[in-house]
């Protein structure tokens, strides 16, 4: 079964500071999407980044950009220039491409940035 | 502006009744899903609806029930039998299934279940 593991329950950084998101997750498919939503304290989930297996460039959105390593099975997020608007709760999620299922989502980071 | 529209945004259940939380989306998707989260547990997936009057359980289907009589809506009964309902409760929505689409889901502002 496919799996989605974040190892970071929670984390803290300064304003203005860069951080990085954890994500590895566990399939024996080569070809899935791989996404980052942000759920601030009002509760709507927000996409913040898809990635696609195939593509071997890093996605980048703004400040937000991933590190995408197919062959560890590992999809982080970096946080560059860190806002106290990025404080949330960020999920981690798989979902095969081409194929009739369901997105996996992680159990979520918790990220404070302090000012 | 499409989206998806969850109301109502709190409800409270008594023991012994069942109650009905309704999802509608204005964006033309296929597919609908409801997820139940709980803290520290992040999003459980309890029914999803690739297709008008069909839908498949989720991880967590027990003690709830659907319906999806039409494309714009997916309706979730939490039923007398979920016997720990009190949860926030998200819907969403994408352009085919998850593998198929091009578009990520995208999710209500979700629906706040206690028991009274």
């Known amino acids: 079964a496919q799996t989605v593991t974040q190892s970071q329950p929670e984390m803290s950084v300064q304003e203005a500071e860069t951080v990085t998101l954890s994500c590895t997750y566990d399939?024996?498919?080569?070809?899935?999407?791989l996404f980052w939503y942000k759920q601030p304290p009002s509760r709507q989930m927000i996409l913040v980044i898809r990635?696609?297996?195939?593509?071997?460039q890093n996605a980048t959105e703004n400040r937000f950009s991933v590190n995408f390593q197919k062959a560890a099975k590992s999809f982080s997020l970096k946080i560059s220039d860190s806002q106290l608007g990025d404080t949330a709760m960020y999920f981690c999620?798989?979902?095969?491409?081409?194929?009739?299922?369901?997105?996996?989502f992680g159990k979520g980071t918790r990220l404070h940035i302090l000012p | 502006d499409g989206g998806i529209t969850q109301s109502p945004k709190y409800l409270f259940r008594k023991e012994g009744q069942n109650v009905t939380l309704s999802c509608e989306q204005n964006?033309?998707?296929?597919?609908m899903y409801w997820y139940r989260q709980d803290p520290g547990q992040g999003l459980r997936l309890i029914y999803y609806?690739?297709?008008?009057?069909?839908?498949q359980k989720g991880d967590i289907a027990e003690g709830y029930s659907v319906s999806r009589e039409k494309k714009e809506s997916f309706p979730l009964t939490v039923t007398s039998a979920q016997k720990n309902p009190t949860a926030f409760y998200l819907c969403?929505?994408?352009?085919?299934?998850?593998?198929?689409?091009?578009?990520?889901?995208?999710f209500g502002d979700g629906t706040r279940l206690s028991i009274l």
């Open positions: 969403a929505s994408s352009l085919f299934s998850a593998g198929y689409s091009n578009q990520p889901q995208h």
């Open positions: 399939t024996s498919e080569s070809n899935y999407y």
């Open positions: 990635q696609e297996a195939y593509k071997q």
């Open positions: 999620a798989f979902a095969h491409m081409n194929r009739d299922d369901k997105i996996i």
């Open positions: 964006l033309n998707h296929d597919a």
């Open positions: 609806s690739q297709i008008v009057n069909d839908f």
